[in-house]
């Protein structure tokens, strides 16, 4: 049974910076990519970044990009997303997600396992 945990979210202020972690089990880490995925009350689920298999490609939503960083240790199996120059609009929940490709993509319905989400709130 796969499971993946969250960690590492919280209240910060506007400007800070915020280190998710998802610790996974279940099944070989170091097959399947990665993803990251912030969702609002009421709005659809967004990707945020997702990452392959051997971490050579990652890739990052329009609000993200420059801000945010996603990573893999496929060692500990775990994948993390480091949130700097936080704003108040990226308060949201964050759910870490896992496909059953290497590939890496943000599309939320190729991903077959998901965390239980971690609240994040940056106040301004």
């Known amino acids: 049974q796969v499971q993946l945990v969250e960690s590492g979210g919280g209240l910060v202020q506007a400007g800070g910076s915020l280190r998710l972690s998802c610790a996974a089990s279940?099944?070989?880490?170091?097959?399947?990519?990665m993803g990251w995925f912030r969702q609002a009350p009421g709005k659809e689920r967004e990707g945020v970044a997702s990452?392959?298999?051997?971490?050579?490609?990652?890739a990052y939503g329009d609000t993200e990009k420059g801000r945010f960083t996603i990573s893999r240790d496929n060692a500990k199996n775990t994948v993390y997303l480091n949130m700097n120059s936080l704003k108040p609009e990226d308060t949201d929940v964050y759910y870490c997600?896992?496909?059953?490709?290497?590939?890496?993509?943000?599309?939320?319905?190729?991903?077959?396992?998901w965390g239980q989400g971690t609240q994040d709130t940056v106040s301004s």
């Open positions: 990452i392959s298999v051997s971490a050579g490609s990652t």
């Open positions: 279940g099944r070989t880490f170091s097959s399947y990519a």
């Open positions: 997600a896992q496909t059953d490709s290497k590939i890496s993509t943000r599309i939320p319905s190729l991903y077959v396992y």
